[in-house]
């Protein structure tokens, strides 16, 4: 299978995405923002909808819309209970939009399944290299302020006695994960793209107890995930995001499962 | 004691929630390696007033002035409640750790491991080190929460009733590490409690909070009584 240049491609974009999301993932399960991600990649949905609408590339349109709607969500973190209602109606707005721009732009419907559900024969050796800039612009930011993100991720009291400016790490963080969802969005598609951004991490978090593990952890499930994904649906010519979504959810299924038996065993 | 330098001056201060006067015209001068006690009743404003001088709130009126600078002065402040559940998964090392945040380096030097490591056999948690504090007591989660505190070698420490949960013997163990912090490296401490006999045995003024105003003075002058009048008054 490696024969093919797409393949290739596939697996070498899948490799960038799974280290990506392992690490930006354990942040956003410590941040408990699996929700807005959730929503970012609706946002995503959007965006590309309208980079194809107005003549762009789907991903110029996806950082655009997932950038500034990551700032705009930064500004409104107010009040968490009212984050979760505000949030819901911004991602149903966005689906609608993009829902508009693609029937706008009048492209045929497999394009639009593309968008939404990721696509593994379209990529090129030039979307990687797009990818893999984007992927070290995220990795790089995150090193710059790896120890006050991880102090206000994973005990936020903490870093606001610090004084530490939890406002802007938390904005800063929010245009991190923008990147991060349109550069995973590429070959798991829009809707599916908060899987990896989530669940790996949700299940490091089961079995690893420190911060360095759960992303190492994170970024081998993930892996696994990508690289058996994107083989399976090269034999049985099934989604790719499919094969994806179910190993990462059965690992997830697992770890809760493993951590059931845990606290059984101890009572 | 030697010479007072002033590090933390409260003027005039005042915190009016909406519809709801917690306090009014506090004056307060904290000199540096003064170990205060905050006593007064339930829903009086201890907590309030902690925040507002850790800058959490805004007061309505009056000022929270550090000197000779903000910078100058290191918190550390161990919050009456923290958001920790039990799926919590950082283990209690790193947990402390997590406020080491000078050395820019993902990973922790050698310098900084060591602290950490001195810091959780101070506290006695050494043998709980691995253990993710969501699992941890509660007990054992203060502890990890003033280890935390005072891994980054604070000039001033906030307990926010952090003694409350513990046993007798750790309690004393654990004040007795801050009182040793606060002899010899001149540590200032805010002690919020309900626990007078403790307050008299550790700390040297008081401040305490009425709804009818406040009170300060050496601690000496503090007793059960003056504290808790109502209740005394039925004895
Ligand atoms: N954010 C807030 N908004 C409105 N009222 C508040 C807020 N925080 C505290 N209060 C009120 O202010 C009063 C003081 O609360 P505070 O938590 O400071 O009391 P406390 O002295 O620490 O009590 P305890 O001994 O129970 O810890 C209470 O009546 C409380 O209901
Ligand atoms: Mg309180």
Same mark, same amino acid.
């Given at each position: 299978?490696?024969?093919?240049?797409?393949?290739?491609?596939? @697996? /070498?974009?899948?490799?960038?995405?799974?280290?990506?999301?392992?690490?930006?993932?354990?942040?956003?399960?410590?941040?408990?923002?699996?929700?807005?991600?959730?929503?970012?990649?609706?946002?995503?949905?959007?965006?590309?909808?309208?980079?194809? @609408?107005?003549?762009?590339?789907?991903?110029? %349109?996806?950082?655009?819309?997932?950038?500034?709607?990551?700032?705009?969500? %930064?500004?409104?973190?107010?009040?968490?209970?009212?984050?979760?209602?505000?949030?819901?109606?911004?991602? /149903?707005?966005?689906?609608?939009?993009?829902?508009?721009?693609?029937?706008? /732009?009048?492209?045929?419907?497999?394009?639009?399944?593309?968008?939404?559900?990721?696509? *593994?024969?379209?990529?090129?050796?030039?979307?990687?290299?797009?990818?893999?800039?984007?992927?070290?612009?995220?990795?790089?930011?995150?090193?710059?302020?790896?120890?006050?993100?991880?102090?206000?991720? @994973?005990?936020?009291?903490?870093?606001?006695?610090?004084?530490?400016?939890?406002?802007?790490?938390?904005?800063?963080?929010?245009?991190?994960?923008?990147?991060?969802?349109?550069?995973?969005?590429?070959?798991? %598609?829009?809707?599916?793209?908060?899987?990896?951004?989530?669940?790996?991490? +949700?299940?490091?978090?089961?079995?690893?107890?420190?911060?360095?593990?759960?992303?190492?952890?994170?970024?081998?499930?993930?892996? *696994? %995930?990508?690289?058996?994904?994107?083989?399976?649906?090269?034999?049985?010519?099934?989604? *790719?995001?499919?094969?994806? +979504?179910?190993?990462?959810?059965? @690992?997830?299924?697992?770890?809760?499962?493993?951590?059931?038996?845990?606290?059984?065993?101890?009572? | 004691?030697?010479?007072?330098?002033?590090?933390?001056?409260?003027?005039?201060?005042?915190?009016? #929630?909406?519809?709801?006067?917690?306090?009014?015209?506090?004056?307060?001068?904290?000199?540096?390696?003064?170990?205060?006690?905050?006593?007064?009743?339930?829903?009086?404003?201890?907590?309030?007033?902690?925040?507002?001088?850790?800058? =959490?709130?805004?007061?309505?009126?009056?000022?929270?002035?550090?000197?000779? !600078?903000?910078?100058?002065? =290191?918190?550390?402040?161990?919050?009456?409640?923290?958001?920790?559940? !039990?799926?919590?998964?950082?283990?209690?090392?790193? #947990?402390?750790?997590?406020?080491?945040?000078?050395?820019?380096?993902?990973?922790?030097?050698?310098?900084?491991?060591?602290?950490?490591?001195?810091?959780?056999?101070?506290?006695?948690?050494?043998?709980?080190?691995?253990?993710?504090?969501?699992?941890? !007591?509660?007990?054992?989660?203060?502890?990890?929460?003033?280890?935390?505190?005072?891994?980054?070698?604070?000039?001033?420490?906030?307990?926010?009733?952090?003694?409350? !949960?513990?046993?007798?013997?750790?309690?004393?163990?654990?004040?007795?590490?801050?009182?040793?912090?606060?002899?010899?490296?001149?540590?200032?401490?805010? #002690?919020?409690?309900?626990?007078?006999?403790?307050?008299?045995?550790?700390?040297?003024? #008081?401040?305490?909070?009425?709804?009818?105003?406040?009170?300060?003075?050496?601690?000496?002058?503090?007793?059960?009584?003056?504290?808790?009048?109502?209740?005394?008054?039925?004895?």
């Amino acid at each position: 299978m490696f024969s093919y240049e797409f393949m290739r491609n596939a @697996f /070498a974009a899948g490799t960038i995405i799974a280290v990506i999301c392992g690490i930006m993932g354990v942040f956003v399960i410590a941040r408990n923002m699996s929700f807005l991600t959730h929503t970012l990649s609706e946002i995503g949905f959007s965006g590309a909808a309208f980079g194809i @609408f107005a003549g762009w590339t789907p991903l110029s %349109g996806m950082l655009l819309f997932t950038v500034v709607s990551s700032v705009i969500v %930064g500004q409104l973190s107010v009040r968490a209970e009212r984050r979760e209602a505000a949030t819901s109606a911004i991602s /149903a707005l966005f689906i609608g939009l993009g829902i508009l721009f693609l029937s706008l /732009a009048n492209t045929n419907a497999s394009y639009a399944t593309n968008i939404l559900f990721g696509s *593994v024969i379209g990529i090129s050796s030039s979307d990687v290299t797009q990818m893999l800039v984007l992927s070290i612009l995220v990795l790089i930011v995150v090193l710059v302020i790896y120890r006050f993100l991880k102090f206000d991720s @994973f005990d936020h009291t903490g870093a606001l006695v610090k004084g530490l400016w939890t406002n802007t790490l938390s904005v800063t963080f929010l245009v991190l994960l923008a990147l991060s969802v349109s550069v995973a969005a590429q070959i798991v %598609g829009s809707l599916l793209i908060f899987i990896l951004l989530t669940l790996p991490a +949700a299940t490091a978090k089961y079995f690893a107890h420190s911060v360095g593990r759960m992303m190492g952890l994170a970024i081998l499930l993930a892996l *696994v %995930g990508v690289w058996s994904g994107l083989a399976l649906s090269y034999v049985t010519n099934y989604p *790719v995001s499919f094969f994806i +979504a179910a190993i990462e959810a059965l @690992f997830y299924f697992i770890a809760l499962g493993w951590q059931h038996a845990q606290t059984a065993a101890k009572n | 004691m030697t010479s007072k330098t002033p590090i933390l001056q409260l003027e005039h201060l005042g915190m009016t #929630f909406p519809g709801h006067p917690v306090f009014n015209d506090l004056n307060l001068t904290i000199n540096r390696g003064e170990f205060w006690s905050i006593v007064g009743e339930n829903g009086v404003g201890k907590t309030t007033l902690m925040r507002t001088i850790l800058h =959490q709130l805004r007061p309505t009126t009056g000022k929270v002035n550090y000197l000779p !600078s903000v910078n100058a002065v =290191q918190i550390g402040y161990v919050p009456q409640f923290r958001n920790i559940d !039990s799926e919590y998964p950082l283990t209690i090392r790193d #947990f402390v750790g997590l406020n080491l945040t000078g050395w820019k380096l993902p990973w922790l030097s050698r310098g900084e491991r060591q602290r950490v490591e001195a810091m959780l056999k101070q506290t006695g948690l050494t043998k709980l080190a691995n253990r993710p504090i969501g699992q941890a !007591s509660g007990g054992e989660k203060q502890k990890a929460y003033l280890a935390q505190a005072l891994v980054e070698r604070p000039n001033l420490l906030i307990l926010d009733e952090s003694t409350a !949960s513990l046993d007798p013997v750790t309690k004393t163990e654990l004040l007795d590490l801050v009182q040793q912090i606060n002899q010899t490296l001149d540590l200032t401490v805010l #002690f919020v409690t309900h626990d007078i006999p403790l307050a008299r045995r550790y700390t040297q003024q #008081f401040l305490m909070l009425t709804p009818q105003g406040t009170e300060q003075g050496a601690i000496d002058q503090l007793t059960d009584q003056k504290v808790w009048r109502g209740e005394a008054e039925h004895v």
